[in-house]
């Protein structure tokens, strides 16, 4: 009976110790409270890496301003457009937005687009803004050569559906 008394008083023992320890461990990992042990590192928020920069940073003189064409400034397309207008929504990349700064611009066609040299879109993409090299990067002039075409199935197999 003795041998009994001592096994349960061992095994309560030893879960009293483990329901101590694991409290111990939640109340150190709690959010707010300081650690007992002045060696263990202090974790700190981590800061943003923003640099503030000062007013003349964005000041620029004469000979560092950029020209921006003015609103009637517009490009000299090779061929202007005949004919109804396209969708040109229809091209990946080229949104409601981009469609209409197109059109203000005079392009309205998928030939339009298609027939563009190099110098051309050039010139059209200092017009575009804040949209400034979507013309290459979504490859316009490809797809509007297919979407002027016709050839449904060859933009598809290249460009996805429509």
Same mark, same amino acid.
């Given at each position: 009976?003795?041998?009994?008394?001592?096994?349960?008083?061992?095994?309560?023992?030893?879960?009293?110790?483990?329901?101590?320890?694991?409290?111990?461990?939640?109340?150190?990992?709690?959010?707010?409270?300081?650690?007992?042990?002045?060696?263990?590192?202090?974790?700190?928020?981590?800061?943003?890496?923003?640099?503030?920069?000062?007013?003349?940073?964005?000041?620029?003189?004469?000979?560092?301003? =950029?020209? =921006?064409?003015?609103?009637?400034?517009?490009?000299?397309?090779?061929?202007?457009?005949?004919?109804?207008?396209?969708?040109? *929504?229809?091209?990946?990349?080229?949104?409601?937005?981009?469609?209409?700064?197109?059109?203000?611009?005079? =392009?309205? *066609?998928?030939?339009?687009?298609?027939?563009?040299?190099?110098?051309?879109?050039?010139?059209?993409?200092?017009?575009?803004?804040? &949209?400034?090299?979507?013309?290459?990067?979504?490859?316009?002039?490809?797809?509007?050569? &297919?979407?002027?075409?016709?050839?449904?199935?060859? &933009?598809?197999?290249?460009?996805?559906?429509?």
């Amino acid at each position: 009976m003795t041998q009994n008394i001592y096994i349960i008083f061992a095994v309560v023992a030893l879960v009293a110790l483990i329901v101590i320890w694991l409290f111990l461990r939640w109340r150190a990992n709690a959010p707010g409270q300081r650690l007992a042990d002045p060696n263990r590192p202090r974790l700190e928020p981590r800061k943003p890496d923003i640099i503030l920069a000062s007013a003349a940073d964005f000041s620029a003189t004469k000979s560092e301003a =950029v020209p =921006v064409p003015a609103a009637s400034d517009k490009p000299r397309i090779a061929e202007p457009a005949s004919g109804p207008a396209d969708d040109l *929504r229809r091209i990946k990349g080229l949104g409601p937005k981009l469609a209409a700064l197109l059109d203000d611009l005079g =392009v309205t *066609r998928f030939d339009q687009i298609a027939a563009w040299s190099d110098a051309d879109i050039a010139e059209i993409d200092a017009h575009l803004g804040q &949209f400034a090299g979507r013309i290459t990067r979504d490859a316009w002039v490809e797809q509007a050569a &297919f979407l002027a075409r016709g050839d449904a199935d060859g &933009f598809k197999a290249r460009f996805g559906a429509l």
